[in-house]
C-alpha cells in the first residue's frame, strides 16, 4: 500500500487530454512540492516535473503538473505513442522523514 | 556526460549481506545529496534511504531501517548501501539516483539516475 494514492490505468487518444491524479496527506503533498517521473518498462526512470507544475529542459510542454491542498495531478495534452509508460507521483514526507511515492499509473494511448 | 553507474547486485541467500556501489561522473558529487531507490520485478518504485552531502544526515524507509546502512564516500564520488538480514521481500533493482538541486534531505527530486542492479534474495 502506497503512502500516496493514484489510479493504476488511464488512457486516452491523441485527441484528448489525459489526466493522472495523486491524492496524499497534511504530511506529505501538503507540505512538500509534487515531482512526477516517467518511466518506459525496462529503462529508469526520468524527471517529468518537479516542483508541482516546472518541467526540466527537454520534457515536451504538453506534459503538465498542479497541485491543490493533499492532492496533486499530471496532465498529457495530446498524449503520443511514445509517451506510453507508468507514471509516478513522488514527494517528500515529514512524518516518515523520506520519500514516498505514489503506486505508479500505466498509461494507454488508444 | 552525467551518469550514475551501479554495482555489486547478485543472488544472496536469505539473511545474508550484500554491499552496493554507485559511481557518480560528470557533475561535482559532495554538492548533492544521494539516494537509494528500489523496484521489485512488477511493482513501483519505493524509496529506500537518502544521505546528505556531507553524510550529516540520514534517513531511512521503515521497512530497512536497522538492516541497511547508507553511506558515501566524497573523495571517491561513490555512494554505498550496505544490506545486512536480507529478506526476500527486499528482492529489487536497487537504483542509485542524485537530488536535483540541493545537498541536503527534504526532496524527492532526483534528476539523475543510474540503470540499476539487481539483487535476488533466494
Known amino acids: 500500500q502506497s503512502v500516496l494514492t493514484q489510479p493504476p490505468s488511464a488512457s486516452g487518444t491523441p485527441g484528448q487530454r489525459v489526466t493522472i491524479s495523486c491524492s496524499g496527506s497534511s504530511s506529505n503533498i501538503g507540505s512538500n512540492s509534487v515531482n512526477w517521473y516517467q518511466q518506459v518498462p525496462g529503462t529508469a526512470p526520468k524527471l517529468l516535473i518537479y516542483?508541482?507544475?516546472q518541467r526540466p529542459s527537454g520534457v515536451p510542454d504538453r506534459f503538465s503538473g498542479s497541485k491543490s491542498g493533499t492532492s496533486a495531478s499530471l496532465a498529457i495534452s495530446g498524449p503520443q505513442s511514445e509517451d506510453e509508460a507508468d507514471y509516478y507521483c513522488?514527494?517528500?514526507?515529514?512524518?516518515?522523514?523520506?520519500?514516498?511515492f505514489g503506486g505508479g499509473t500505466q498509461l494507454t494511448v488508444l | 556526460e552525467v551518469q550514475l553507474v551501479e554495482s555489486g547486485g547478485g543472488l544472496v541467500q536469505p539473511g545474508r549481506s550484500l554491499r552496493l556501489s554507485c559511481v557518480a561522473s560528470?557533475?561535482?558529487?559532495?554538492?548533492?545529496?544521494m539516494h537509494w531507490v528500489r523496484q521489485a520485478p512488477g511493482k513501483g518504485l519505493e524509496w529506500v534511504s537518502g544521505?546528505?552531502?556531507?553524510?550529516?544526515?540520514?534517513h531511512y524507509a521503515d521497512s530497512v531501517k536497522g538492516r541497511f546502512t547508507i553511506s558515501r564516500d566524497n573523495a571517491k564520488d561513490s555512494l554505498y548501501l550496505q544490506m545486512n538480514s536480507l529478506r526476500a521481500e527486499d528482492m529489487a533493482l536497487y537504483y542509485c539516483?542524485?537530488?536535483?538541486?540541493?545537498?541536503?534531505?527534504?526532496?524527492?527530486?532526483?534528476?539523475?539516475w543510474g540503470q540499476g542492479t539487481m539483487v535476488t534474495v533466494s
Open positions: 544521505i546528505s552531502w556531507n553524510s550529516g544526515t540520514i
Open positions: 516542483s508541482n507544475n
Open positions: 560528470g557533475f561535482t558529487f559532495d554538492d548533492y545529496a
Open positions: 513522488a514527494t517528500w514526507d515529514d512524518s516518515l522523514n523520506g520519500g514516498v
Open positions: 539516483a542524485k537530488d536535483a538541486f540541493s545537498g541536503n534531505l527534504g526532496s524527492d527530486t532526483f534528476d539523475i
